[in-house]
């Protein structure tokens, strides 16, 4: 596998042209409705009624239905993407709460802040940023979210301490990632295209819950976990543009947990 900083490269081309495009599922062969993706991932018909490109299909569920939001509450959505979940937090904040998304790369950023425009969200604030060095100030945050984006990060306890630096005392966070339960066959483990499709990059499960505790968050509960193959149709899937990739490979592997954590 590529260096740490070439990895970061890779999935900032990558995440760019799926944002240029505005209109993807996760980057590499596998692809989808981005609706039909988002309501199997546990987003209602009314959340994503009317996002325009704000929804692209790429999260692997809804961080916002565990966050127990309050009107007032400050919100930091960790690779933030195309706003998806922004746009539903700066609902049940209100105008008196503020959301914040941190992306890595310029373009996701510049359609978050088009999206953000188009629909007239005004508490809403799209930043430049790497997830594992926030442009944030410390015990700033009421609840940091995240949806399909901490696997993408070469160091997630780094992820997970910058998290909980800049909460507050009694803040919360509310992630939806991808883990693994077991080992992936080699041919997924080192492909670019398994990685930035959120899989490769994926660590095991109990490793993820460590790394939370190691950072100081406590009662770390996990709310929902599924198989993350079970949510795309098609079963076969090209890596690298090389041969297919059917989903018995990886299916009783790869889960998409959801999860709270305390500070
Ligand atoms: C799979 S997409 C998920 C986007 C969004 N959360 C959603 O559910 O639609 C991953 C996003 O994380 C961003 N990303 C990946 N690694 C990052 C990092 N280290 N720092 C900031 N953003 C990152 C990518 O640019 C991309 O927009």
Redo the contacts with the bound molecule.
């Keep these: 596998m590529e260096s740490k900083v070439k990895i970061?490269e890779i999935?900032?081309q990558n995440?760019g042209t799926i944002a240029l495009s505005k209109n993807s599922c996760?980057a590499a062969g596998i692809c989808c409705a981005p609706a039909d993706i988002a309501i199997k991932i546990g987003y209602s018909k009314d959340e994503i009624a009317n996002l325009d490109t704000a929804n692209?299909g790429?999260?692997c569920g809804n961080p916002n239905a565990l966050a127990s939001l309050k009107e007032g509450d400050v919100v930091l959505?960790l690779?933030?993407?195309?706003g998806?979940?922004c746009f539903l937090a700066a609902k049940k904040v209100g105008p008196h709460g503020k959301v914040i998304g941190?992306?890595?790369?310029h373009e996701?950023i510049a359609l978050a802040k088009e999206n953000a425009e188009k629909l007239q969200v005004r508490n809403v604030e799209f930043i430049l940023?790497?997830?594992?060095h926030l442009p944030v100030d410390d015990n700033s945050v009421d609840v940091v979210i995240?949806?399909?984006?901490i696997n993408?990060?070469p160091d997630k306890g780094q992820v997970f301490k910058e998290a909980y630096r800049v909460l507050k005392s009694g803040g919360r966070m509310a992630v939806s990632d991808i883990v693994l339960k077991g080992t992936l066959p080699l041919q997924i483990k080192k492909s670019i295209d398994a990685y930035v499709s959120?899989i490769a990059g994926a660590i095991q499960k109990a490793k993820y819950i460590d790394l939370l505790y190691k950072a100081g968050f406590k009662n770390v509960e996990i709310v929902k976990e599924y198989s993350y193959a079970s949510i795309f149709e098609s079963n076969n899937w090209n890596l690298d543009g090389n041969a297919l990739i059917d989903s018995e490979q990886y299916k009783d592997v790869v889960n998409s947990i959801s999860l709270i954590a305390r500070k």
Excluded at 79 to 82: C, I, V
Excluded at 102 to 105: A, E, H, L, N, Q
Excluded at 146 to 149: A, T
């Design positions: 970061k999935v900032k995440y996760c692209l790429l999260g959505d690779g933030s993407g195309a998806i979940d941190i992306d890595m790369t996701m940023g790497d997830i594992e995240s949806n399909c984006v993408l990060a959120c």
